[in-house]
């Protein structure tokens, strides 16, 4: 675990890695922009490492995305991304005949994975299709929702001995953000086609690991590094493949957050942003006191409360230390008193 290295001498988070594998929204642009840092950052990055973009959004397919990370900046071809509906392929491909007919809800970024790979696509359950996929698009609503049940229900359902046909959801984020604010997301509209059919879809995206699979053979890369902003979706995701991981505090996850992880959703390290790729990770320490040391900052737990030691910086070494005597207390975090400025 990066978080707890002992090392002499402190090293980069990219130290034995063999590719870096980066989420999009909150660790390379926020709305229309690139978040500060980033673009140089992940460009220094591929001159010595391959760089893949990992995506649950199944709205877009890859050329699309590489033209919108092009247009920010970074050095990137479509194969450099890997979208959710990819490694749904993968899955598909496992549970249906080539050349199947498949069921579609969703957008662009499904229907071009299924054509690349020589699926045939529909919008009808009347079609009997052989399975179905599932995505997000702003445009889906109940008529699809609906639709999709019926063909999930034509051979099986709740109540009947076959399980049904294949049902693969690209992921199942709760929410999306938009520029309005946050939206339901493609988890939201899939609880809505398992409330009609009494099942549970396979999953291609974060935190699920077909996706971080698909990733690991494009690049072929046996020691990657996840770098993300969420602990629910990239750094548990990762865990689950077991890549090591960063947790870069640009998006959605904050201090508050990543002091109070669980054991399943832990980065190996914490980066305040994208240069933090390229710096020394400082060393993790235990000191007299039963404190943690990371840089001048020390931290340690008594009982039930969570005593600042030394703020050294003040910032990222002191919740680095926060979080290591947090973390390997065994004391789950609302049971523990944390100063407030730790959250800060």
Not at 67 to 87: I, M
Not at 137 to 143: N, S, Y
Not at 179 to 198: E, Q
Not at 289 to 297: K, L, M, Q, T, Y
Request: net charge negative; charged share 20%.
């Amino acid at each position: 675990m990066g978080l707890f290295r002992t090392q002499a001498e402190a090293l980069t988070p990219l130290e034995g890695i063999d590719a870096v594998f980066a989420d999009l929204d909150g660790v390379v642009y926020a709305g229309h922009g690139a978040i500060p840092h980033a673009v140089e950052s992940l460009n220094r990055t591929k001159t010595s490492h391959p760089v893949g973009y990992i995506t649950n959004n199944a709205s877009r397919n890859d050329a699309s995305v590489a033209r919108h990370l092009a247009e920010l900046g970074l050095d990137v071809v479509p194969d450099d991304v890997v979208t959710s509906p990819q490694a749904a392929m993968r899955l598909l491909e496992e549970r249906v005949e080539p050349g199947a007919l498949v069921f579609v809800v969703g957008g662009e970024g499904i229907v071009a994975e299924l054509e690349k790979c020589g699926f045939r696509v529909t919008r009808s359950a009347d079609d009997s299709p052989a399975a179905v996929v599932q995505g997000f698009a702003p445009e889906v609503g109940w008529r699809e929702l609906a639709e999709a049940s019926f063909a999930l229900n034509a051979h099986g359902g709740p109540d009947a001995a076959a399980p049904g046909i294949p049902w693969i959801a690209t992921n199942m984020d709760w929410t999306i953000p938009v520029a309005r604010g946050i939206a339901p997301g493609n988890g939201t509209l899939v609880s809505a086609v398992h409330t009609a059919v009494g099942r549970f879809p396979v999953v291609a995206g974060k935190p699920e690991t077909p996706i971080f699979e698909e990733a690991k053979r494009r690049f072929d890369a046996q020691h990657p590094l996840v770098v993300g902003d969420r602990l629910d979706t990239d750094i548990l995701g990762a865990n689950r493949a077991g890549m090591s991981s960063a947790l870069v505090l640009t998006g959605i996850d904050r201090a508050k957050q990543v002091l109070a992880a669980d054991a399943t959703s832990r980065p190996d390290f914490i980066l305040g942003d994208l240069r933090g790729l390229h710096e020394p990770y400082p060393v993790v320490e235990s000191v007299r006191g039963g404190a943690v040391r990371v840089g001048a900052a020390r931290v340690r737990v008594l009982g039930n409360r969570v005593e600042i030691v030394a703020d050294g910086d003040g910032g990222l070494d002191l919740l680095r230390a926060a979080c290591a005597a947090i973390w390997s207390s065994g004391t789950a975090i609302h049971a523990l008193d944390v100063p407030a400025r730790l959250y800060s």
